[in-house]
Protein backbone atom coordinates (compact mmCIF):
# COMPACT_ATOMS: atom_id res chain seq x y z
CA UNK A 1 0.00 0.00 0.00
CA UNK A 2 1.24 3.22 -1.28
CA UNK A 3 1.06 5.95 1.69
CA UNK A 4 2.02 8.74 -0.77
CA UNK A 5 1.68 10.27 -4.24
CA UNK A 6 3.30 12.86 -6.26
CA UNK A 7 1.90 14.46 -8.87
CA UNK A 8 4.45 17.24 -11.09
CA UNK A 9 2.34 19.87 -12.15
CA UNK A 10 5.42 23.08 -14.05
CA UNK A 11 6.07 24.87 -10.74
CA UNK A 12 4.08 23.08 -8.64
CA UNK A 13 4.06 19.81 -6.80
CA UNK A 14 0.53 18.50 -5.20
CA UNK A 15 0.69 15.49 -2.72
CA UNK A 16 -1.67 13.39 -2.01
CA UNK A 17 -1.32 11.53 1.14
CA UNK A 18 -3.14 8.55 2.72
CA UNK A 19 -4.46 10.00 5.83
CA UNK A 20 -4.29 5.93 7.17
CA UNK A 21 -0.61 5.65 6.57
CA UNK A 22 0.28 8.66 8.41
CA UNK A 23 0.17 9.15 12.16
CA UNK A 24 -1.93 11.12 14.59
CA UNK A 25 0.21 14.62 15.00
CA UNK A 26 1.64 14.52 11.20
CA UNK A 27 -2.16 14.18 10.23
CA UNK A 28 -3.04 17.12 12.07
CA UNK A 29 -0.19 19.19 10.77
CA UNK A 30 -0.94 18.00 7.47
CA UNK A 31 -4.27 19.76 8.06
CA UNK A 32 -3.57 22.79 9.86
CA UNK A 33 -0.77 23.32 6.78
CA UNK A 34 -3.68 22.97 4.14
CA UNK A 35 -6.03 24.71 6.13
CA UNK A 36 -3.06 27.43 6.35
CA UNK A 37 -2.71 27.51 2.78
CA UNK A 38 -6.59 28.13 2.58
CA UNK A 39 -6.81 31.06 4.91
CA UNK A 40 -3.59 32.63 3.31
CA UNK A 41 -5.48 32.81 0.07
CA UNK A 42 -8.47 34.03 1.32
CA UNK A 43 -6.42 36.71 2.90
CA UNK A 44 -4.56 37.33 -0.43
CA UNK A 45 -8.54 37.74 -1.95
CA UNK A 46 -9.58 40.11 0.55
CA UNK A 47 -6.33 42.05 0.64
CA UNK A 48 -6.93 42.26 -3.34
CA UNK A 49 -10.00 43.53 -2.68
CA UNK A 50 -9.67 46.39 -0.15
CA UNK A 51 -6.78 47.77 -1.93
CA UNK A 52 -9.31 47.59 -4.72
CA UNK A 53 -11.75 49.74 -2.65
CA UNK A 54 -9.05 51.87 -1.42
CA UNK A 55 -8.00 53.04 -4.99
CA UNK A 56 -11.67 53.35 -5.83
CA UNK A 57 -12.00 55.30 -2.47
CA UNK A 58 -9.13 57.52 -3.60
CA UNK A 59 -9.89 58.28 -7.24
CA UNK A 60 -13.47 59.77 -5.85
CA UNK A 61 -11.77 61.54 -3.04
CA UNK A 62 -9.39 63.24 -5.88
CA UNK A 63 -12.98 64.09 -7.81
CA UNK A 64 -14.54 65.42 -4.47
CA UNK A 65 -11.34 67.38 -4.08
CA UNK A 66 -11.15 68.65 -7.86
CA UNK A 67 -15.12 69.84 -7.16
CA UNK A 68 -14.48 71.59 -4.06
CA UNK A 69 -11.27 73.41 -5.58
CA UNK A 70 -13.39 74.36 -8.52
CA UNK A 71 -16.20 76.18 -6.07
CA UNK A 72 -13.71 77.92 -4.01
CA UNK A 73 -12.14 79.49 -7.67
CA UNK A 74 -16.05 80.19 -8.43
CA UNK A 75 -16.60 81.40 -5.16
CA UNK A 76 -13.47 84.01 -4.84
CA UNK A 77 -14.35 84.82 -8.42
CA UNK A 78 -17.93 86.14 -7.97
CA UNK A 79 -16.87 87.57 -4.02
CA UNK A 80 -14.12 89.36 -5.79
CA UNK A 81 -17.22 90.44 -8.70
CA UNK A 82 -19.63 91.63 -5.73
CA UNK A 83 -16.44 93.34 -4.28
CA UNK A 84 -16.25 95.13 -7.57
CA UNK A 85 -19.70 95.96 -8.05
CA UNK A 86 -20.17 97.44 -4.81
CA UNK A 87 -17.10 100.22 -4.87
CA UNK A 88 -18.66 100.91 -8.35
CA UNK A 89 -22.12 101.04 -6.82
CA UNK A 90 -20.64 103.70 -4.39
CA UNK A 91 -18.65 105.23 -6.92
CA UNK A 92 -21.56 105.62 -8.68
CA UNK A 93 -24.08 106.86 -5.73
CA UNK A 94 -21.33 109.67 -4.78
CA UNK A 95 -21.79 110.67 -8.39
CA UNK A 96 -25.63 110.57 -8.33
CA UNK A 97 -25.60 113.19 -4.69
CA UNK A 98 -22.59 115.27 -6.69
CA UNK A 99 -25.21 115.59 -9.79
CA UNK A 100 -28.26 115.99 -7.34
CA UNK A 101 -26.89 118.86 -5.63
CA UNK A 102 -25.49 120.52 -8.60
CA UNK A 103 -28.89 120.54 -10.29
CA UNK A 104 -30.53 121.56 -7.54
CA UNK A 105 -28.13 124.55 -7.15
CA UNK A 106 -29.06 125.07 -11.31
CA UNK A 107 -32.84 125.11 -10.18
CA UNK A 108 -32.01 127.51 -7.56
CA UNK A 109 -30.18 129.72 -9.74
CA UNK A 110 -32.78 129.78 -12.48
CA UNK A 111 -35.66 130.69 -9.95
CA UNK A 112 -34.26 133.78 -8.85
CA UNK A 113 -33.38 134.76 -12.22
CA UNK A 114 -37.09 134.31 -13.50
CA UNK A 115 -38.45 135.22 -10.68
CA UNK A 116 -39.32 139.21 -10.45
CA UNK A 117 -37.38 140.63 -7.05
CA UNK A 118 -40.30 140.81 -4.65
CA UNK A 119 -41.15 143.79 -3.05
CA UNK A 120 -42.29 143.09 0.74
CA UNK A 121 -46.25 143.53 1.46
CA UNK A 122 -46.68 146.58 3.10
CA UNK A 123 -44.26 148.37 0.19
CA UNK A 124 -46.92 146.87 -2.54
CA UNK A 125 -49.53 150.01 -3.87
CA UNK A 126 -52.91 149.14 -2.64
CA UNK A 127 -56.61 150.51 -4.06
CA UNK A 128 -58.41 152.45 -2.21
CA UNK A 129 -62.09 153.16 -2.60
CA UNK A 130 -63.02 156.56 -2.39
CA UNK A 131 -66.68 156.60 -1.71
CA UNK A 132 -68.84 158.27 -4.14
CA UNK A 133 -71.88 159.36 -4.30
CA UNK A 134 -74.33 157.34 -2.13
CA UNK A 135 -77.10 157.23 -4.43
CA UNK A 136 -74.94 155.85 -7.30
CA UNK A 137 -73.63 153.35 -5.19
CA UNK A 138 -70.44 153.81 -6.80
CA UNK A 139 -67.16 154.87 -5.95
CA UNK A 140 -64.42 155.38 -7.58
CA UNK A 141 -60.71 153.76 -7.27
CA UNK A 142 -57.53 155.76 -6.51
CA UNK A 143 -54.05 154.31 -6.60
Do not use: W
Not at 40 to 66: C, H, M, P, S
Not at 119 to 143: I, K, Q, T, Y
Amino acid sequence: MHCCTTVSVPKVCFVAVNAACLPGSLYTSLFIFSQAGLLRKQLNEVQTGKQELVIKYEEQLQRVKDELSKLKRSYQKLQSKQLKESREGAKSREEDRTEVTRLNGKIEEFRQRVSPVREPEDAVPSLSVVPGDPEEGSGRAVH
